[in-house]
């Protein structure tokens, strides 16, 4: 859904969107997925903010669990960077 309305322009109503489904699943997906948001609107330190939380929310040492920590680390450089 977020990403419909990313596709379709609708920057204000995907970002409620991916906050609202955060609050009710601590998806990390689309924690990133909403950090990739913010960076793409430029909201940097929205966009810093979100990928710290989910990086010390994240307790998952499984595969996929460092996978997606990858993702978190590597959006957090290009955002710092």
Known sequence: MGQALVLTHQYNKAINYYKEAVKMDNNFTLR???????????????AEKTVQQALSDCKDES???????????????????
């Open 32 to 46: 990133l997925d909403l950090a990739s948001l913010h960076m793409k609107l430029k909201q940097w330190e929205k």
């Open 63 to 81: 595969l996929n669990g460092l996978l997606i920590k990858v993702d978190l680390l590597v959006l957090l450089a290009k955002v710092m960077g």
